[in-house]
């Protein structure tokens, strides 16, 4: 959930209703699925006014798969960054993303709407098996994307290029404005499971703090502390 400028609260999530409320104008007013799939699930982003009784803006956005988002961010101009996660080959991806393939079973996505949800300027996918991404935005138009991952696509000065082990890692990527590259991405975490469930938060425009838990005695930590299921923070510069 996000507050806009101008006093709306903008919400995401999923659903799996083909009555789900959309509003005239919306990017995709009917769900997307696969006539044959026994279960369908698409994203939804909507926009109420702060007394919650009016529906001002509401959108689907996903494919023929399993579409869901956990997260929301607003650039200073109001354009509103979904995160989430697809099964979809078809998540809807604009023409210079850095990415617009499906890679895994469960990928991540970022997508962007214009503020009145009309317009999808942007989306991609990151090429990862990954979940419960969060989603965060600079003032440059960069964008940060951390959850927890198996596999990842990496960039060449990660903090660590490889799986440490358990069944996650956490990671955080930084995507150029527009979605257009991958400018950096790293695993991050030990032995066991590492999470990371909307533990972004922007700090400033230099860094961004990204917590969550650990069960890795081997995490990496700059004071040396080594706890069994322990939380952690994280401060990364951007
Ligand atoms: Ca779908
Ligand atoms: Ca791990």
């Known amino acids: 959930m996000a507050l806009t400028a101008d006093g709306s609260v903008c919400v995401v999530g999923l659903t799996s209703s083909s009555d789900f409320p959309t509003t005239d104008g919306a990017y995709d007013t009917t769900i997307n699925d696969n006539p044959e799939a026994w279960y369908m699930e698409d994203g939804f982003v909507a926009l109420l006014d702060l007394e919650l009784t009016t529906l001002k803006h509401s959108t689907y956005i996903g494919g023929i798969g399993l579409d869901m988002l956990f997260d929301v961010a607003l650039d200073a101009v109001g354009n509103i960054y979904v995160s989430g996660s697809t ?49 965060s935005v600079l003032d440059d138009g960069r964008v940060i994307m951390a959850g927890m ?89 951007t």
């Open 87 to 135: 099964t979809s080959p078809d998540f809807p991806t604009s023409a210079s993303a850095y990415c617009s393939q499906l890679s895994h079973t469960f990928d991540s996505v970022l997508a962007v709407f214009n503020p009145t949800l009309s317009t999808l300027v942007g989306g991609t996918y990151l090429a990862s098996e990954s979940v419960v991404p969060s989603v």
């Open 149 to 237: 991952c198996s596999i990842l696509t990496i960039t060449d000065d990660a903090a660590d290029a490889t799986f440490s082990g358990g069944t996650m890692d956490a990671y955080v990527a930084v995507f150029s404005s527009n979605l257009r590259a991958l400018e950096y991405c790293t695993y991050f975490g030990g032995d066991d499971v590492d999470s990371v469930d909307h533990g972004l938060v922007r700090l400033d425009e230099d860094r961004v703090l990204v917590a969550g838990l650990t069960g890795s005695t081997n995490f990496p930590s700059t004071d040396g502390s080594t706890g069994r299921w322990d939380c952690f923070t994280s401060i990364w510069r």
